[in-house]
């Protein structure tokens, strides 16, 4: 079937389905939030010019990564 | 033991002025929606929001803030029915103009101070409220234009009367009490200055409160000023008592730094005289900061700076004439330290002038106003001009999301961007004061998820509703009256209160209520995302301050092409319009302050050599000296602002100079006893102070007071 590697998980909160979304948002958080603090710790923002804009592109790279790269390490086609 | 723990870890202010405002607060807010419940008016939580957003602990605050924001509001509001009147069907103009009115709005708003500022901001966020929401609708844009602005309109007259009329706290009563305080407090740190044996830590800590200090009465003259019309006449003088005390914590600053070195050197003569008159001068500063009467007596209290500063007087004049007669450098430094202490009293007797010129309306035609100071403004032109691209460009980029997904709730998201842009303007790290911000936001809203599911639905009649949202307000109120939780406390109770289901029938509906809180939320923490991205602070202005005081203030001290009081006014002047946007948590921020107050002095000391060289009575080998170490000084200071990043070598070779300079001049045989030999110790002492700048202040003169 065309739609099989199609799993969109809709979160529940108190009755409530939030989008699918937020879930990878929040996943994406977790490695960004490691991955900044040893940086920060290795002293690597030394060599970067504005960090903020640094840190953005790192969360969108990571949250890229959770969307297209998680389901195919895991075997599916992708959540999208 | 956990009590005390725990309030030092959240320490909120619980004294009975904080309870009465956070109680006066909550019913104001519950009044306000009464009002607008009784008018049938849309959106009543609009009224209590404004409350909130508000709430300030000094009368004078709250009047002066709801005049620009009713003037702001309706200013905004006619705008908006404007765009909407001419571009309701098509999004782009409609989004663009807004986005024009907001970026204008920025543009003005940044670059005025205080509530001025404030009216100018609130027109931008009206419009956009009133031209986003009513073009969703604008059939009935002007019902909601006349609802928020006549909601808006509530929340301003009820939180102006209970602070006019509950236990009213007039700004310009806590001034004069904090004036007082501040007084005091100097007083006091200029003898702990003058103490040989204050330790470091112990200096360096209460210079920090006394910064601290300076800038919360900065910043509640300016509340003051709007208060009372006979104020705001007095303005000039109460700026300038501000700038006084800033010289007195400098000059305070570079006495003890002169002491600490001059303990180690061996000159027993200096020292049998210097020490008997600073332990007095000491002494009398102890007094007087002990003194809680000091102000109902200001002539007392000026006399006897008067009678310790001829103590100085003769005391300087007793050293100079032991020129010859002792080592040169130890007696330059000594004459240096008396100087700085008469300094330092006259800085303490010209704030009781200004005291008596500005808080005693009485005394006031016995003293002439200071020439007007050079007006700079909060944010220079292109600073402003960035902020209006920046918040035009937030916009933009949200109302681009907003229609790509054709998002429901995304008007909900751009009011949530709206509100921490406001934030953004004049706040140097807006990330930190927006994230606390954001999280009190989302605190609030949870608590009133909570309050609506649980408690609502037990509740009947206004009544008891009000009951319940005086109680529940408290703890919010307790935390906007804690300066250190005061935005906060405004998020909390602000958020919790609009958020909590106020329409006029009680209709719970949890899908729009998640739905609504999620968008305003996102809409803030994107906002926050940008201003990360596109960072605007006071860095730039920073530059240009320290840029025209080295290129050409200082140079022109040098040469005696401008006097050298009019340079320290001007430096001052510069620094103490930047004051409210320093963290001086931060290093840099902190270098530069003590920097240019370094500088001020600095620009003193070289007008004294200037007109020191051209003294008749000078010794023409010295008078040449002097004349050749100007010029040379004032031609390496203007090179400083293009050396690049030669700058250390070059701070490196002013600073030889100097040297150079007082070793010179200390070969120069004296004779004894005779006026040349004095002015030449008179000399000696001003080159002493500049050298001391570059141990004290290098991080400034080597142009590093960027990121800490």
Known sequence: MPTSGLTLYAPELFGFYLPPVLLWALIALVPFLILRWLLARTGFYRFVWHRPLFDVALYVILFGGVIFGVPAVLGGAGWL | ?708
């Open chain 2, 1 to 708: 033991m956990t009590a005390a723990r725990w309030r030092l870890a959240f320490p909120l202010d619980l004294g009975w002025r904080n309870i009465v405002f956070a109680i006066r607060t909550a019913v104001a807010a519950v009044v306000a929606l009464a009002i607008a419940y009784w008018l049938e008016l849309q959106d009543p939580q609009w009224a209590v929001l404004t409350v909130y957003l508000l709430a300030q602990p000094t009368a004078g605050a709250a009047l002066a803030k709801g005049v620009y924001r009713v003037v702001g509001t309706l200013l905004g509001a006619s705008v908006g029915l404007v765009i909407l009147a001419l571009y309701s069907q098509a999004p782009v103009p409609l989004v663009g103009s807004i986005a024009l009115w907001l970026a204008l709005c920025f543009f003005i708003g940044a670059q005025m101070r205080n509530y001025t500022a404030y009216g100018f901001l609130l027109a931008g966020y009206t419009a956009l409220l009133v031209g986003l929401q009513g073009a969703a609708d604008p059939t009935q844009a002007w019902h909601l234009a006349f609802d928020r602005t006549a909601e808006i309109i509530i929340g301003i007259a009820c939180i102006t009367a209970v602070s006019v009329l509950v236990f009213p706290r007039y700004a310009g009563v806590m001034l004069r009490e904090q004036l007082a305080g501040l007084f005091g407090q100097l007083s006091h740190y200029g003898a702990i200055a003058m103490r040989p044996a204050t330790p470091f830590a112990t200096f360096a800590a209460l210079r920090r409160t006394m910064v601290e200090a300076v800038v919360k009465f900065d910043a509640l003259r300016s509340y003051a000023v709007f208060e009372a019309p006979d104020m705001r006449a007095d303005d000039a003088t109460l700026k300038r008592m501000v700038r006084e005390f800033l010289r007195v914590l400098a000059i305070a600053r570079g006495l003890y730094v002169r002491l600490e070195d001059f303990q180690a050197e061996d000159a027993a003569p200096i020292v049998a005289r210097l020490r008997p008159v600073m332990a007095a001068t000491a002494a009398l500063l102890d007094r007087i900061a002990a003194d809680v009467h000091a102000f109902e007596d200001p002539r007392r209290i000026r006399l006897e700076l008067l009678a310790a500063r001829s103590a100085l007087r003769a005391a300087t004049r007793d050293l100079e004439a032991m020129a010859g007669r002792v080592p040169f450098e130890p007696l330059a430094e000594g004459v240096l330290i008396l100087r700085r202490a008469g300094d330092l009293l006259r800085g303490l007797s010209m704030v009781m002038v200004s005291e008596a010129a500005s808080l005693r309306w009485h005394l006031r035609a016995a003293i002439r106003p200071e020439e007007q100071a050079p007006v700079v403004p909060a944010a220079s032109n292109r600073e402003a001009l960035l902020l209006a691209v920046r918040s035009v460009l937030a916009l933009v980029l949200m109302s681009v999301l907003w229609a790509a997904t054709e998002w429901t709730d995304g008007f909900n998201a751009v009011s949530g961007l709206a509100i921490i842009l406001f934030f953004a303007v004049n706040q140097d790290q807006p990330g930190k004061l927006g994230f606390t911000f954001l999280l009190w936001s989302a605190i609030g809203i949870v608590a009133a998820y909570a309050a609506m599911v649980f408690v609502l639905p037990w509740i009947e009649g206004y009544e008891a509703l009000a009951l319940f949202l005086i109680v529940a307000l408290l703890p919010a109120g307790l935390m906007a009256g804690t300066p250190q939780y005061a935005w906060s406390g405004i998020a909390f109770g602000g958020f919790f209160v609009s958020e909590i289901g106020t329409s006029n029938v009680f209709q719970p509906d949890e899908l729009s209520f998640v739905n609504s809180a999620f968008s305003l939320l996102f809409g803030m923490g994107m906002c926050l995302v940008l201003l990360n991205l596109f960072p605007i602070n006071s860095l730039a202005t920073r530059e240009r301050v320290w840029t025209r005081t080295m290129a050409s203030l200082l140079p022109a001290a040098a040469r005696g092409q401008r006097h050298e009081r009019v340079v320290v006014g001007e430096i001052v002047a510069m620094l103490a319009a930047l004051l409210p946007r320093l963290s001086l948590d931060r290093r840099g921020e902190e270098d530069f302050l003590r920097g240019t107050l370094g500088a001020a002095s600095t620009g003193l000391e070289l007008g004294r050599l200037n007109r020191l060289r051209r003294d008749a009575d000078l010794s023409s080998d010295a008078s040449a000296l002097i004349a050749r170490f100007l010029a040379q000084f004032a031609a390496e200071l203007e090179s400083l602002p293009k050396a690049g990043d030669a700058i250390a070598s070059r701070v490196a070779e002013a600073q030889s100079t100097v040297h150079a300079a007082l070793a010179a001049l200390a070969t120069l045989p004296l004779e004894p006893g005779s006026v040349a030999a004095a002015l030449n110790v008179r000399a000696g002492a001003s080159l002493r102070f500049v050298a001391d700048r570059f141990d004290i202040d290098r991080a400034f003169l080597v142009r590093s007071f960027g990121e800490a």
